[in-house]
């Protein structure tokens, strides 16, 4: 939805501002309430990319608010410092420096964890406030007489006051938010955001430094806030404590889902629809201290009804009105149908022209991927065991074996997932035992999981830029402000990756939307994407349909054209048809290792399979 | 220069304090536990069970009967809370949750802001246990040794619920796993509606219990729940041994601290959290399990 045109939404947020003072007062707007409805906008604006966009729920905004708004009054008032476009950048700094802070110990943690700790620290902040620092802060008086902005331009001074002047200095500033915030939404930071949401020990494998960018978007956030905070005091002619409480932060919180989360402009439209209720029913409807009240069960309402909030339900509105979804909906299966009906030609028609990855040259050759004396425990259960394992470059390489052979956890301990009791693990020669799983992703080792760990919020092309990205501008890059089209190769990437697994008439479809076999594949194209230099596949073949088991394996083996991989999967025909080399597990032992002739030809493995402990038949 | 008489007597209100904290953390904790729901409300719960109690007292003139209704009342709302909207968002993600709950305590407060008004309510303690008492060393209010006593038997009604009941295993095991349960046949879901009711019945219990400490307003449950997060990541979440632990701690913290310098009791309570979260990031009696 913010990817239309470029500039569409920074042109209509410049007309809506320059209207709103001519618009507004019909409606009985005071100018003070839409001021402080910007104030809460450009606050949210931050908190939307934490919340909506990063899936951080913190409510423990109010620190930064605070912090943010008492040093910038500090300087104007006590300090005496005369520039207040300065003193507010000022504070803006000395938030975002305390979020940096505050960030390190608070995303220790996630999820309810994160929310339970941002309450606390919000709350210590508060006591602070009033108490230790009573002397800079005005305890519970606040700091009075906060100046409003004047800009000398040589020829003529520039005096916002109040009012509607003010409002043109509070549009402004919010103008700027906007713009940076769709910078920054829209570069690949950006898009990293939201695979953290969705999904982050995904975004993890696929080699992104999730915590890095957690931080970066609490920062981003606290930074919004100290910049508000400040033009609180401006606004107000006065520094008020009660920025710094609970009510505060959880204002916020309610304003944003009202308004809509993950759509930059909720926390504005929940500030209009919150400051202008208040005044409606304690006002018109002389309803006093109950409009909280009716306030707190719109939310809860919207909460359980409306859970894309204001702007979100609007949108689906616009979608059904429209048609939209009517017209959309035949669009999409069809070319599921269609492609269905031609992926063996698909398949094959994207195997033969696509340059395989291009290798090094001179091609390295002998071991890749090196394993040894590999054990893992886990108590007294003895999951693997002892395991050597060598695999050369250019090899595919087939594992077999019962379940609870403890392939999983083998492949799990190559990836780095966790760690092996004991023994070592080398790639290209290098040591990675140990390693975490971001890491070896970036030194090229990464895996497709057994259970689909897609971005399920995102497109099939979202999907893939993240996986893209990290191979391309490494684990962790605060390229905030750079478009996510300007970076060389991402899109001839993805739309290689794209034509691989066979998804190129579906770039735009939600994953939500797709296919079982379709998700699978996806699945691979993850970890494709991060064009790693050996890709471990688990399971690829799992759930499928026996037709999609058979283009999926010409499709495993259009892949591995120049590629090493090693596969593990039960399908013993389709491995036996793909591998070169295959390498038996069995109650955690490497049973035997050899080409799939002499495999099957081999009595251990036939006793294992027919007459072992599970009596499974083989195919 | 420690003036020892009011040192302990401090003492004291720690563990009058932590005993409150930790009962009410239990609750938190063993709805999070077992649903995986984090009660934003819960303040609010301890706040109603305050003014549920007030209103009793006021027409019966009985601390036990206002101690029984108080502790009741909550939990009828709290199963009817579970009943009507919690159960909705069993299977939406944790930030839908917490809004929801978030939003529920608002309503809360406010309803009973609406009606008693912000003005603070007085319930007196029972006759029998007014008054101050000599421990030799020092005198105490007769009440707040009480509540240690009180608070103490509840734990351990709690505890015997939790480790010697069939329900209690049923919710222990739900912790763990909560699919595992109901694949076992268990009505998952009923147990569900059990424990959230006891867990707010925790919070609506130790706030009428708590109403004859402090003065009683809408806003009472606001700064418990924080102290409460504090105690369930320091004690670890989930843990019902954890969130006693981690209520004495938290407890000591605010009353020794603010002998000194009330401000800085937050501060210091707030180091112990940063503490336990870099030495031992899943709380002190927390496991790995759950997030």
């Known amino acids: 939805m913010l990817k239309q045109r470029p500039y569409l939404i920074e042109f209509l947020t410049a007309a809506g501002l320059v209207l709103a003072p001519f618009v507004l007062p019909w409606l009985g707007f005071a100018p003070n309430t839409v001021n402080r409805i910007l104030v809460w906008g450009l606050f949210g604006l931050g908190f939307d990319i934490l919340f909506g966009f990063t899936g951080l729920l913190s409510f423990g905004q109010s620190a930064f608010y605070g912090t943010g708004g008492f040093v910038a009054a500090y300087l104007l008032t006590r300090a005496g410092f005369p520039y207040v476009a300065l003193a507010l950048v000022i504070g803006m700094i000395a938030a975002a420096a305390t979020g940096y802070l505050i960030g390190l110990i608070a995303l220790r943690r996630t999820g309810i964890y994160f929310a339970m700790i941002t309450v606390a620290i919000a709350e210590v902040f508060f006591f602070v406030e009033f108490n230790p620092l009573s002397d800079f802060t005005g305890g519970e008086n606040g700091l009075p007489g906060v100046p409003t902005p004047s800009f000398n331009l040589g020829f003529t001074t520039l005096h916002f006051t109040t009012g509607w002047s003010l409002y043109q200095f509070l549009a402004l500033c919010y103008f700027i938010g906007v713009v940076i915030a769709l910078r920054i939404v829209r570069s690949p930071v950006g898009a990293v955001f939201s695979a953290i949401r969705d999904n982050p020990l995904r975004a993890t494998a696929v080699g992104h430094n999730i915590h890095g960018y957690k931080l970066t978007a609490f920062v981003i956030a606290a930074a919004y806030a100290g910049f508000a905070g400040g033009l609180l005091g401006v606004l107000q002619a006065f520094m008020p404590p009660d920025a710094f409480t609970f009510d505060t932060s959880g204002q916020l919180v309610m304003q944003t889902a009202i308004g809509g989360r993950g759509t930059l402009f909720g926390p504005l439209v929940g500030a209009a629809v919150w400051l202008s209720l208040q005044d409606f029913l304690q006002a018109a409807l002389g309803l006093g201290a109950a409009w909280k009240l009716v306030l707190g069960v719109v939310f809860v309402l919207l909460v359980c009804f409306l859970r894309r909030g204001i702007i979100g339900g609007l949108a689906d509105l616009y979608g059904l009105l429209t048609g939209q979804r009517g017209v959309r909906e035949p669009d999409e299966s069809e070319p599921e149908v269609v492609a269905v009906a031609s992926t063996p030609h698909a398949a094959i028609a994207a195997a033969a022209p696509t340059p395989v990855r291009p290798r090094p040259a001179g091609s390295p050759s002998g071991p890749i991927l090196q394993a040894k004396g590999l054990t893992k425990r886990y108590g007294g259960l003895l999951a693997n065991s002892d395991i050597d394992f060598t695999v050369n470059h250019g090899e595919l390489r087939g594992i077999i074996g019962p379940n609870g052979a403890g392939k999983s956890t083998f492949f799990k301990m190559l990836t780095c997932e966790v760690h092996p009791t004991s023994g070592t693990i080398l790639f290209e020669g290098r040591d990675i035992t140990g390693m975490n799983v971001t890491d070896v992703c970036q030194l090229g080792l990464t895996k497709s999981y057994q259970v689909n760990q897609l971005f399920a919020g995102l497109t099939v092309r979202e999907n893939l830029v993240i996986a893209a990205l990290s191979g391309l501008r490494g684990k962790f890059r605060l390229d905030l402000f750079r478009s996510i089209d300007s970076i060389p190769g991402l899109s001839e990437r993805v739309q290689q990756t794209l034509e691989l697994v066979n998804l190129t008439s579906r770039p735009d479809t939600p994953v939500s939307e797709l296919a079982y076999g379709e998700k699978r594949r996806l699945e691979i194209g993850l970890a494709l994407a991060t064009s790693p230099s050996l890709l471990l596949l688990d399971e690829p073949l799992a759930g499928m349909s026996p037709r999609e088991r058979v283009e999926t394996v010409k499709l495993l083996k259009s892949i591995s054209q120049g590629r090493t991989m090693i596969i593990i999967d039960h399908d013993m025909d389709a491995l036996f048809e793909l591998a070169e080399r295959v390498t038996v597990l069995q109650e955690g032992r490497v049973l035997v290792e050899g080409t799939p002739e002499e495999i099957k030809n081999n009595s251990t493995v036939q006793e294992a399979y027919l007459g072992g402990v599970h009596g499974v038949l083989a195919a | ?291």
Do not use: K
């Open chain 2, 1 to 291: 220069m420690i003036n020892w008489p009011n040192f302990v007597s401090q003492l004291f209100n720690g563990l009058a304090l932590g005993a409150l904290l930790a009962l009410i953390s239990s609750g938190l904790t063993i709805i999070y536990g077992t649903l995986g729901v984090l009660n934003l409300a819960h303040g609010a719960m301890f706040m109603i069970g305050g003014y549920a109690g007030y209103v009793a007292y006021s027409y019966t003139g009985s601390f036990i009967l206002a101690v029984i209704a108080g502790s009741l009342f909550v939990m009828v709302l709290g199963v009817a809370m579970e009943r009507i909207i919690i159960r909705h968002f069993y299977h939406r993600p944790h930030e839908d949750q917490l809004l929801v709950t978030f939003g529920l305590g608002i309503c809360f407060v406010e309803i009973v802001r609406l009606i008693f008004t912000s003005q603070s309510q007085v319930v007196p303690p029972p006759a029998l246990l007014q008054g101050i008492t000599s421990l030799g060393f020092l005198f105490y209010p007769t009440y707040r040794l009480a509540v240690v006593g009180i608070v103490a038997v509840a734990l351990g009604g709690l505890f015997l619920i939790l480790y010697r009941t069939r329900l209690g295993m049923i919710v222990r095991a739900g912790i763990e796993d909560s699919v595992m349960v109901d694949s076992l046949g268990i009505n998952v879901y009923r147990v569900f509606m059990i424990v959230f009711g006891i867990g707010a019945m925790a919070a609506g219990f130790a706030g009428i219990i708590n109403a004859p400490v402090v003065s009683l307003t809408p806003g009472v449950g606001d700064d418990i729940l924080v102290e409460t997060f504090v105690v369930v990541v320091i004690g670890g979440v989930g843990s019902f041994p954890g969130a006693i632990l981690g209520g004495l701690i938290a407890g000591e913290i605010i009353s020794i601290t603010s002998m000194f310098n009330p401000g800085y009791a937050y501060v210091m309570l707030f180091a112990a959290m940063t503490l336990v979260l870099v030495l031992r990031p899943h709380g002190l009696l927390g496991t790995q399990g759950r997030e």
